[in-house]
């Protein structure tokens, strides 16, 4: 799978974060995307080759694993960040937009500065803060949504050694085992975490924005 | 190694915001951990499971047992090294970068506060030096011309406890290391665990292969321990160094003042000066005091016998380009002792005498030649 082209494309909306955004990203890429590539898809590499029934019945090892495993952890995991990653996509469109009225204005004869336009650091505020601030919502529910689903999916976060299986062909109930399943829980464990940690920062995010918000509006009250 | 470029990309940065020590270790971290790792470690241990062979026929033996031999795998435990071991450069590198954030913020104020001043008008001819002063200030922690964080204050607080946490890290993991595979494998591991119904000889696949990586990345994983405990004991016993000089200077000092420009109001006190420039005088508690007086022209003056004198140690001192620092207290003394009488005080403080330097360490062409 190429991350290059999302690390490309949030890169871009890296300057327009708040500092725990950055974070946010920063987290995302080394200990979500890196060990994904670099760890897991090594781990569950074999997990359909080494994983053994105890039975000569042909098609039962496939059906089983198939019963087992109707999406692997790895696919699991790339859409969810996949999901979590777009709603930066949005923030990056807002803020292209916004460039791209302010290019139209000064086309139209308003003095702008070109050079300042380029190097403009938007700040999160109206419309963009809208926008920003649904993208941070958005990402919290496709975490939690996608937690849920592993729970719901494997029974929990650990790996099982054994798993009985009776789906046809099998004759009987089948012993199957599962290929390197400690291994396979620690990371499930650490995706996990570090899956917490994410939302954890997007919830302080959220907060930070609006108590800004708030603070600001007081201030012109008063 | 393309799997290994966001952290790679990170890691670049903090490269350039090192010390010589903290180089030598990314370096080593680069290419005897990360491309060793990626490029032979991966290969050798690819057919780990596959080859794993148990001395039995009944199914889902040799799944539990290679299980139990190893409960994570060598490659993926040294990749978590890898991560964790990275981690505190990048918090400290995010923390350099907020400060000189903030710093550039704050330079984009004081510009704004002096062109407002300026467009008011009638300035005096003291508050226009001092708003000149203002612009040409250096920002506090970042040297625009080289490039380089400045490493002091809480800056150089997080560095060292960065260094301080990727030591209790690595140490863990070496630890760590031991405790669940010991130093070398053995060719055979014997297993009993269901199904397996009897303890059953396993083979485990490329020992010897295995057992020279393990080796090589022990070592390497030494020698980063060694290299970050190195970088430690340099950047404490140049501030204990520093300190040493500090209080063997000690004499009475003067009452403490503020000088009249107040946007250095969030800095540190400044205080009123010793009718003798060359007496740098430090407090009880460390900080240096100025010896400046309010006066535009005694200021310059102390700035080029400052300079004068700088220059003469500047190079014999061999440190790099990549460390300025001089493991000052508290950083926010921005007029620093104009007398090193003590030349150690100030290891690579090349210009710190002038009042309108701040931390600045080279010259600027508007200085009075000395």
């Known amino acids: ?222 | 190694m393309g799997e290994w470029s966001f952290l790679g990309d990170f890691l670049e940065k903090v490269h350039k915001h090192s010390t010589v020590v903290g180089k030598v270790w990314l370096t080593v971290l680069f290419i005897f951990r990360m491309l060793v790792l990626g490029t032979a470690a991966e290969s050798s241990w690819g057919d780990e499971q596959s080859d794993f062979m148990c001395d039995t026929q009944q199914p889902g033996c040799e799944n539990v047992c290679y299980d139990k031999a190893f409960p994570i795998s060598h490659v993926r435990f040294w990749v978590l090294q890898i991560i964790f071991v990275s981690t505190p450069s990048l918090v400290y590198m995010g923390h350099a970068m907020h400060t000189v954030r903030m710093e550039e913020k704050r330079k984009m104020k004081e510009a704004e506060i002096e062109a407002r001043e300026n467009k008011n008008g009638g300035d005096t001819y003291y508050q226009q030096k001092c708003s000149m002063a203002e612009k040409e200030t250096k920002l506090s922690g970042w040297d625009e011309a080289g490039g380089q964080i400045i490493l002091r204050g809480s800056l150089l607080n997080t560095y060292v406890y960065s260094i301080l946490i990727r030591t209790a890290v690595e140490v863990a993991f070496i630890v760590g290391q031991y405790v669940l595979y010991g130093i070398f494998l053995e060719t055979l591991y014997i297993c009993q665990r269901a199904p397996c119904p009897h303890p059953v000889n396993c083979y485990v696949s490329r020992p010897t292969e295995k057992n020279v990586f393990i080796v090589f990345m022990l070592a390497v994983a030494v020698l980063s321990l060694f290299l970050s405990l190195a970088e430690l004991y340099h950047l404490g016993w140049k501030k204990a160094k520093e300190r040493c000089s500090r209080s063997y200077k000690a004499s009475p000092s003067t009452a403490p003042g503020r000088l009249e420009s107040a946007p250095q109001a969030e800095r540190a006190q400044m205080y009123t000066p010793p009718p003798d420039f060359n007496q740098c005088l430090s407090s009880p508690n460390g900080k240096f005091i100025s010896p400046f007086s309010n006066k535009v022209a005694s200021q310059q003056n102390t700035a080029n016998f400052a300079t004068e004198r700088v220059h003469g140690q500047e190079d014999a001192s061999g440190e790099g380009p990549f460390m300025k620092s001089s493991y000052v207290e508290s950083p926010e003394v921005a007029s620093e002792c104009a007398a090193p009488a003590f030349p150690e005080s100030y290891f690579n403080e090349k210009r710190r005498l002038s009042k309108a330097s701040r931390a600045s360490s080279k010259a600027r062409s508007d200085d009075l030649s000395v």
């Open chain 1, 1 to 222: 799978m190429d991350w290059g082209t999302l690390q490309t494309v949030l890169g871009g909306v890296n300057k327009h974060s708040t500092g725990i955004g950055k974070i946010w990203l920063t987290v995302l890429f080394i200990f979500r995307i890196m060990i994904l590539v670099v760890a897991a898809e090594r781990v569950w590499g074999d997990e359909q080759q080494d994983f053994v029934c105890n039975t000569l019945q042909p098609g039962c090892r496939n059906v089983c694993y198939d019963h087992f495993f109707p999406i692997s952890h790895i696919r699991l995991w790339a859409l969810q960040l996949i999901f979590v990653s777009t709603p930066a996509l949005l923030v990056a469109m807002h803020v292209a937009y916004t460039r791209h009225e302010k290019r139209r204005r000064l086309r139209n004869g308003e003095k702008i500065d070109i050079e300042e336009l380029k190097n403009e650091r938007i700040h999160i505020r109206g419309p963009l803060w809208w926008t920003y601030t649904s993208s941070i919502f958005f990402r919290i529910v496709f975490e939690a949504v996608f937690m849920y689903v592993f729970y719901y999916m494997y029974d929990g976060y650990q790996m099982p050694r054994l798993v009985k299986c009776e789906a046809w062909p099998c004759p009987n109930t089948v012993d199957c085992f599962v290929s390197r399943p400690t291994e396979k829980t620690t990371f499930t464990i650490f995706m996990l975490a570090v899956s917490g940690i994410c939302m954890m920062l997007n919830l302080a995010e959220l907060c930070y924005l609006v108590i800004k918000v708030c603070m600001k509006e007081s201030r012109k009250t008063t």
